[in-house]
């Protein structure tokens, strides 16, 4: 399974067809952290919201537990790393996914996740 970080999400909001195509094709999970980056962003337009609420709709949505919270508190003790990343990366380490993500350089420290970018 994957799970796709919130730069992706925004890439196929702004209809990169190959993104979009890939979403349709492997259907990956989002953290709900990726929910509140995403649509709580201040200046989303009305049209973006739309549809980042549609792709949103079309996802399963994984909500952070306390091993996840855990798991990104040993990560940020490890290297400086914001919440978000923090919090996205520790829910693929505890649901053992693969983490899609454009910023690779963010998480490839992080030697037991898998790490892919989609754009490659």
Do not use: C
Request: hydrophobic letters at 50%; glycine letters at 2%.
């Amino acid at each position: 399974m994957i799970l796709a970080d919130s730069n992706l999400l925004i890439y196929a909001v702004a209809q990169n067809a190959a993104l979009v195509d890939w979403f349709a094709e492997n259907k990956p999970a989002v953290s709900a952290i990726s929910l509140v980056e995403v649509l709580g962003y201040h200046k989303l337009n009305p049209a973006d919201k739309s549809a980042l609420e549609a792709l949103f709709s079309e996802l399963t949505i994984l909500y952070p537990s306390a091993e996840v919270f855990q798991t990104a508190v040993s990560l940020r003790q490890q290297k400086a790393m914001s919440l978000g990343d923090a919090l996205i990366a520790g829910t693929a380490l505890y649901h053992n996914f693969q983490l899609a993500t454009h910023n690779t350089k963010d998480f490839t420290w992080i030697d037991s996740l898998t790490v892919i970018d989609p754009f490659e």
